[in-house]
């Protein structure tokens, strides 16, 4: 499981926070682009919402209920790459600025979708492989007599569990 925090960690020189809410708890499992504002559609929850400014509503009410959309179908956080003007004037700045509970981030025109994507994808990726392999250590310390220390130490470091206490 991977959180919106060590994501950030890794991502600070491209991603720049509009508004501040607090990064505790927030999970990604997954990171993908708003091709469209109907989100009830393909939302799923915890993902990374990838947007440009152009897909952003340009009405002041359609935007505060795209983000309340956003909220209630739990996405992790909205990253809106500024291509075109609406995203920094005045009006569309404090909606954003007021928004609290949903985590929104700007992205440097300069930068790909997909770098970002790929970025994300493989912290996922190395998430799921290591939970994999502790997964097949637990099950060949269950079904052997003979466990090695190596055993215990891997699964509880990626798991923060002390299976020597258990036993």
């Known amino acids: 499981m991977i959180y919106l925090g060590s994501v950030l960690k ?12 607090n990064l505790s708890g927030h999970v ?3 990171i993908t682009i708003m ?3 109907n989100v009830r559609q393909w939302l799923r929850g ?5 947007a440009g400014s152009h897909t952003l509503p340009t009405e002041q009410n359609q935007l505060q209920e795209l983000l309340s959309q ?6 992790c ?6 291509v075109t003007s609406p995203i920094s004037s005045q009006k569309f700045s404090n909606i954003l600025l007021e928004e609290e509970v949903l985590p929104i981030f700007k992205m440097s025109s300069n930068i790909t979708y997909l770098e970002l994507m790929n970025d994300v994808n493989m912290m996922l990726f190395k998430d799921r492989q290591v939970n994999r392999l502790a997964e097949l250590d637990l099950e060949h ?22 299976l020597y206490s258990a036993w």
């Not at 890794?10 to 809410?21: A, H, W």
């Not at 915890?46 to 990838?50: A, F, K, P, S």
Request: with cysteine; glycine share 2%.
């Open 70 to 75: 956003l909220k209630i179908s739990q996405a």
């Open 77 to 82: 956080c909205l990253i809106i790459k500024c």
């Open 10 to 21: 890794t991502q600070s020189r491209r991603l720049k926070p509009v508004n501040s809410v």
């Open 28 to 30: 990604v499992s997954a």
């Open 46 to 50: 915890g993902e990374i919402v990838l």
């Open 141 to 162: 310390l269950l079904r052997t007599d003979k466990p090695s220390d190596s055993d215990f130490d891997y699964i509880s470091s990626v798991n923060n569990i002390d």
């Open 35 to 37: 091709d469209n504002t």
